[in-house]
């Protein structure tokens, strides 16, 4: 059974502030790694992707993977509150057709 | 470009009928997934078409059928709806295979069976 497990929150900050969002996955063989982000009753939107250990930045946003430690991060810099939504991270695995999901970390940015 | 289209946006089914759920994308993608989303359960697959012609069963495939019609087709069947079906349905597409490419997702139908 390939999970990924995510604190479901709520996670509050400050406008302005840095969100960390964060990730772990059970597949040591897992490859892909994705962040969306779901507004209420939307459908997810990706925000980002990595597939190397290190960090990877996009304007406002970083993730951070660390393939030893099977975990994978979301930094949301200078947050907004148009940020507030739920962040989902998925990850494949190792040989699988399918990308697994966690149930989502919700963040609220207030102004 | 409308990306990935599901049809329709909602829909109440009695117990036991049955119902075609509709997805078209035009992004020229290989593969298409169905998920279904419950809460505190995350995104769950249902089935996938890694290319035009194949399809496999994901995660909860029991209760299901799909089709894939041609390429830009991908359309999920319920034969005989049960309240356990009750669920937001999103079809996606990738540009290749699984498992590296991302997904992107049509903007869900709202199911509900009584």
């Given at each position: 059974q390939k999970e990924v497990e995510q604190n479901s929150g709520p996670l509050s900050v400050p406008e302005g502030a840095i969100a960390s969002l964060n990730c772990t996955y059970s597949d040591r063989g897992s490859q892909s790694f994705f962040w969306y982000r779901q507004y209420s009753g939307k459908s997810p939107e990706l925000i980002m992707f990595i597939y190397s250990n290190g960090d990877k930045e996009d304007g406002r946003f970083t993730a951070q993977l660390n393939k030893a430690s099977q975990y994978v991060s979301l930094l949301i810099r200078?947050?907004?509150?148009?940020?507030s939504a739920t962040y989902l991270c998925a990850v494949n695995g190792d040989g699988a057709n399918n990308l697994f999901f966690g149930t989502g970390t919700r963040l609220t940015v207030i102004p | 470009n409308a990306g990935v289209t599901q049809t329709p946006k909602f829909q109440v089914l009695k117990t036991g009928q049955s119902m075609t759920l509709q997805c078209a994308q035009d992004?020229?993608?290989?593969s298409m997934y169905w998920y279904r989303q419950d809460p505190g359960m995350g995104l769950r697959l249902i089935y996938y078409s890694a290319s035009e012609g194949t399809t496999d069963k994901g995660e909860v495939p029991n209760g299901y059928n799909v089709s894939?019609?041609?390429?830009r087709e991908f359309s999920l069947r319920l034969e005989s709806a049960a309240p356990s079906q009750t669920s937001v349905y999103f079809c996606a597409s990738s540009e290749?295979?699984?498992?590296g490419s991302p997904l992107h997702f049509g903007n869900g139908t709202r199911l509900t069976v009584t």
């Open positions: 200078d947050s907004q509150p148009s940020d | 992004m020229n993608h290989n894939r019609l041609n390429k290749w295979g699984p498992p």
